[in-house]
């Protein structure tokens, strides 16, 4: 099924380099329909509405596709720099299962774009670029929110560590290898809550990962799914979670999941099946033999950054690609259609666009897709006032119910602290 704003004829979209800028690309936004993608503060951010999508079935993201490049090819471009995120440029938001969930494009009036210290706008027919070179007042977006009052999602943490024993017993008895678990989390503040005061946040705390708005889903992801630019693919693979600790523990936690044989098999399910998804798009594939350690303010993963060039001659686009990979083990499980049914049997909640793809796409095709991860989706219910966030955690033969409650806690605790600092 899909749902698209109605077609417009050609429409011209124009690129102005703005060179080298210092103000923060988050400090832009307005506070109603942020769109952004950023990391080390540089990335896009963008605003306003030219067209959009939504769309959802077995064959969403081709349908996306072939929107995309339909309105690429009606589109009057005059894009002077030519790099990746310049001319016209969609926002993605993908449904963890887009067959059945709702994924959102949105094609921005304005974006702003910044890439090796050089600034540009984009602007999409008349539409005002005012606001591209006047930030946001700090008041305006560190408006406080008051109290804050939390309710369980789903499932209460009691029953979902049972879901997680569950899991576990039907791993040992043979039926899958991993599967990843998630939960949710309600929270209602006295006032409604601003992204931008949350973007800001998780950008200032979170500075490694790529921190995302769209359609109302924030976030902070250290994950990335896909980066294509030109015939280049990369991603950074994340699976195996430790917690932060003080000192020598922080030492002796980072030590323990360098060494860990369980986190280390949960890993390898996530790196092996984005690998196979990608083989036969690619003449070269570039897997580390060993995980590195990524370290985050909260949490500590084992990590593979995978690089990968596609093949000359495969005319396969960016969505396609992600819909290829999509999901990997380190949101899902393996093999990936009995850990999906067990999700849906056991996780009791409907991620919506949790866990999914999320990113932008140019018209080269260019783009990035990172996953939803250590989000919240403001939800607009209560006045704005209400916010809906998620964590998960794989499961593999050995986990510890507890512990990867605990995981959880310390996963939320990361768009917590953004709400509540
Ligand atoms: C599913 C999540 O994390 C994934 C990514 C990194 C590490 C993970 C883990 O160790 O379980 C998860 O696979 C989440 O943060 O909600």
Redesign the pocket.
Known sequence: MTMAAEATDATSVTTTALGPRRTPLLTLLPAEGALAWVRRGEGLVGWGEADRLEVTGPHALAEAAAWWADRCARTDAHDPLGVPGSGPVVFASIAFDPAAGTSVFVVPEVVVGRRDGQTWVTVAGEADDDRAVVETSPQEAATSIGRLAYADGALDPVTWCGAVGAAVRRIDAGELDKV?L?RDLLVTADRPLDPRRLLLRLAERFPDTWTFAVEGLLGAT??LLLRRTGRHLDARV????APRGAGADDDRLAAGLAGSVK?HA??AY?VTSLADALRPFVDELHVPEHPSLLTLPNVR??ASDVHGRQRDGDGTGLLELVAAVHPT???CGSPTATAARLIGELEGMDRGR??GPVGWLDARGDGEFG?A??CAELTGAEGGRQARL?????IVSGSDPIAELA??QT?LAAFQAALED
């Open positions: 990843v998630a250290p994950e994340l699976a195996g979670t986190d949960e890993h996530a993963h084992l083990a380190a949101v949790y866990a996953l991860l250590r998620f964590a998960g955690c794989g995981e959880t996963k």
